[in-house]
């Protein structure tokens, strides 16, 4: 009877990796891979979780990111945004904290909004931004400016080579930033 007991989870277990390698595809690489933007200064620490989709010859903005719909921002789970300090953006004081980071992406400015609700994932099985703006904390519009050059995979990241703080996004040929004032 252990045997068999044995024999039948040998299987199953068989059965269950062959799925994860062959239908799941689990050890690729993701399409979309994680990455993460972070800054330290002085006592200040922000760090920025998201996912990396790619361009891959697609038109990006107005078409696989539809223009004026809220995006999650990047692939998979929804952006993270994490501050040891309390932050002044757009006149506006975001708290200390782990906050979501959603974008409404426009022709010629962006809407981002820093919202207070964490979510596991960026959208639900409809593909619907799960984005509730009950919680928003800072919602603002940024202006969007075109570059010379194509940025293949999603890029987070913080400028700060003027001394003022900038949260950058950029993607395909489109570049934005959102200004960020240290509270004191």
Known sequence: MLKRLLIILFILALGLLSYSVFVE???SPRLSPKDSAKISLNDLDITVEYNRPSKRDREVFGALVPFDEVWRTGANEATTFETNKSLMIDGIELRKGKYTIWTVPMKDSWKVMFNSKQYEWGVNEKMEPMWDPNYDAVELIVPAQQLDISVERFTIAFDNKTGHLKLTMAW?????????DIVE
């Not at 395909?172 to 930033?177: A, P, V, Y």
């Open 172 to 180: 395909d040929s489109t570049l934005i930033e959102v200004p960020i």
């Open 25 to 27: 595809n689990i050890f």
